[in-house]
């Protein structure tokens, strides 16, 4: 795909939706960090309607330190691997305190030594809560980037490198939702709605639905 290809398609993304941002819901940078940690492997609105109940007793380090693993399971246990989840939570919680004074830190290799924190989570902290321009590449993503030939790779980290080397300058700091929802809603894993797409003559995928 070339260059004018690609910024046409992320021209269209803009104009549909100026303004993405991610669909879970989070007041502070440590509250995006909890429901992100809580959303792996699970739907954005199942972590909400969790989250929800949990922030309204408990949303910084301390306060869900002191509800101790049991109290945060009983808060969490719709989501699906809520125990490990909680656990990584509580030991996370407990390193914010001892080594960041109670704050997210704002460095990829300080979020990475987090546990339950790998390199994508990373990303949309950085991206979301503090807004730079990096791409956190999940499953849709990957779908999608390869899919269209935006930027195709054969893993994570290969497309990430190519969605940031690829994409303009103007369009890399909301590029991750973008794509995140494109893939979501329109670019479906098993079924992709072609027929509604709004960049339908750009993609290259050979085998589109009508």
């Known amino acids: 795909m070339n260059a004018a290809k690609r910024r046409e398609i992320f021209t269209r993304f803009r104009a549909a939706n100026p303004h993405p941002?991610?669909?879970?819901?989070?007041?502070?940078?440590?509250?995006?960090?909890?429901?992100?940690?809580?959303?792996?492997?699970?739907?954005?609105?199942?972590?909400?309607l969790a989250t929800r109940k949990l922030f309204a007793v408990a949303n910084t380090p301390q306060?869900?330190?002191d509800l101790g693993q049991d109290g945060l399971e009983s808060h969490v246990k719709t989501?699906?691997?809520y125990k490990g989840k909680a656990r990584h939570l509580i030991e996370t919680c407990r390193l914010l305190l001892e080594q960041n004074a109670g704050e997210v830190p704002h460095s990829r290799e300080k979020l990475e030594k987090l546990p339950g924190v790998g390199r994508k989570t990373a990303n949309v902290i950085l991206n979301t809560a503090f807004g730079e321009p990096t791409i956190a590449?999940?499953?849709?993503i990957f779908r999608v980037a390869n899919?269209?030939?935006?930027a195709p790779g054969k893993t994570v980290l290969e497309v990430e490198n190519n969605l940031l080397k690829f994409i303009a300058t103007q369009f890399r700091h909301d590029a991750h939702h973008w794509?995140?929802?494109?893939g979501r809603y329109v670019c479906k894993a098993r079924k992709p709605e072609c027929g509604r797409c709004l960049?339908?003559?750009?993609?290259?995928?050979?085998?589109?639905?009508v």
């Open 21 to 48: 941002t991610t669909e879970l819901v989070y007041h502070t940078p440590f509250e995006l960090l909890v429901a992100v940690v809580l959303s792996a492997q699970a739907t954005d609105k199942s972590v909400n």
């Open 147 to 150: 899919r269209t030939r935006i």
């Open 179 to 182: 794509l995140i929802l494109h």
């Open 137 to 140: 590449v999940d499953t849709h």
């Open 63 to 65: 306060q869900i330190l």
């Open 79 to 81: 989501i699906g691997l």
């Open 199 to 209: 960049i339908r003559d750009l993609c290259e995928y050979p085998d589109k639905t």
